[in-house]
């Protein structure tokens, strides 16, 4: 797949505009899932999916052969993302979902046949996360949701964000510690 | 014992904690509850599932984005390797000649200075303090052999040619060393120097020369020739340093 990428990165800076189609087809998925993890919300997902792609097609003469176009566009999007989560206006809209996704192994917080006290409990428990996602910094943000959602190493986030690989790692662990700060009362009670 | 950090904790729940946290783990059931909380907390915090999208909205978003795009020129081959990065050629092209021109000047110095310096000596290529040194301990250690010979010379047996043989082709050898350092001292415009070493060559021409040298002839020159007012003259010359201008002024009351 990189090889053809790249044999599709000349084509298109040899002229071939129609040709950046492949790659957009190719990526679109990851890069909105990616976006919409961070945003939190479809439409400025998928805003930020067509600002990752027309801002790669204008920067493609900078891509490097030797590293994926995947991981190059992906970097791309995870920025425009957090441009965009730095916005307060989106900081306000950040929503956590009501559901986990079982193919990540999820735990589900509420039980089907939960009573009143326990759906209500769960309902307290996902006001604190949002809560707490919310006093997270962008970047915080971002890092968390690289590592815990999307399964990127420190150095992959590092790279990401533009930052040393030790502060990927501290600022995953500031927002860890912040999360669990704002659990810390409903601990006893779960 | 000391407990794990939560910041090691959060390093084992990502699967990143080293191996001493790990074996930690394993023994400590405090830490092991701290992991399982840990756990449920981050467990909890999964965000929304994301919206799925399905094999057409990459096509979509193609279709969206197609119009805005400006097609990039259509270059070929070396035109595109160059115009990719112009600048960047044009930077490394000027430093490239700025090192060649820092070299040229370095190599035409050294050339200027070596074809004006007028001097062909033993020395080769050092600078003048160090060809001077060497010049100094070539010389000493011509001068000690020319004196052990004369003094070899002075209580050889007349009777034993082969030694007397050998002694002579050491002399003749001495000889052409003197002639060299004589004529680099005269280039180097030395002429106190390069007199002291004309008159030991004379004394060593006439021992190098003589099939017959007995110890009556090698006295004879030795009083006629003056030899060891030579060897000391030259020793005088030698001593001198070079802040003394060795190298072109005679010394003063050097001659003997």
């Known amino acids: 797949m990189q090889g053809s990428d790249h044999s599709v990165v000349r084509a298109v800076l040899a002229g071939d505009k129609d040709a950046y189609g492949a790659l957009v087809r190719a990526h679109s998925a990851t890069v909105f899932r990616a976006a919409f993890r961070i945003v939190g919300n479809e439409a400025d997902a998928e805003e930020i999916v067509q600002e990752a792609f027309l801002r790669g097609y204008q920067r493609l003469e900078g891509f490097e052969q030797r590293s994926s176009f995947g991981t190059w566009i992906y970097r791309i999007a995870v920025n425009c993302a957090l441009n965009r989560v730095g916005r307060p206006e989106i900081e306000a809209e950040y929503r956590h979902g009501e559901e986990s996704d079982p193919e990540e192994k999820t735990v589900q917080v509420a039980t089907q046949d939960a009573g009143p006290e326990r759906v209500l409990l769960s309902r307290e428990i996902k006001a604190a996360q949002e809560v707490a996602m919310q006093r997270l910094t962008p970047v915080e943000k971002t890092a968390f949701v690289l590592r815990h959602l999307e399964d990127r190493s420190m150095s992959e986030i590092a790279a990401v964000l533009g930052i040393a690989p030790n502060a990927a790692k501290q600022a995953v662990f500031r927002a860890v510690q912040k999360l669990r700060r704002e659990l810390a009362p409903l601990r006893g009670t779960a | ?256």
Request: aromatic fraction near 6%; glycine fraction near 8%; include cysteine.
């Open chain 2, 1 to 256: 014992m000391k407990h794990l950090s939560e910041e090691e904790l959060i390093e084992l729940y990502y699967g990143e904690g080293g191996a001493p946290a790990v074996a930690h783990l394993a023994g400590c059931r405090e830490c092991s509850a701290q992991l399982a909380e840990l756990q449920r907390d981050l467990e909890g915090a999964r965000m929304a599932a994301v919206p799925e999208r399905g094999a057409e909205y990459g096509e979509r978003v193609w279709e969206t984005l197609r119009p805005r795009l400006v097609p990039y020129e259509k270059t070929v081959g070396w035109h595109r390797f160059f115009g990719k990065g112009w600048a960047q050629w044009r930077v490394a092209v000027l430093a490239v000649g700025c090192a060649a021109l820092v070299a040229a000047a370095f190599a035409g110095g050294r050339y200027w200075e070596r074809h004006n310096s007028g001097t062909t000596n033993v020395a080769g290529n050092a600078g003048p303090q160090a060809k001077q040194r060497v010049v100094l301990v070539v010389l000493t250690d011509h001068l000690d052999r020319t004196e052990r010979l004369l003094v070899a010379l002075e209580h050889a047996d007349s009777s034993d040619h082969a030694e007397n043989a050998q002694m002579q082709s050491e002399a003749r050898e001495l000889l052409a060393s003197n002639r060299l350092y004589r004529a680099t001292a005269s280039n180097a415009g030395d002429p106190a120097l390069a007199g002291a070493l004309d008159r030991l060559e004379g004394v060593l021409v006439e021992v190098a020369n003589d099939p017959n040298l007995t110890a009556a002839d090698l006295q004879r020159v030795r009083d006629e020739m003056n030899t060891e007012g030579i060897l000391f003259e030259v020793r005088v010359l030698l001593a001198r340093t070079p802040d003394q201008g060795s190298r072109l002024k005679p010394a003063k009351g050097a001659s003997i």
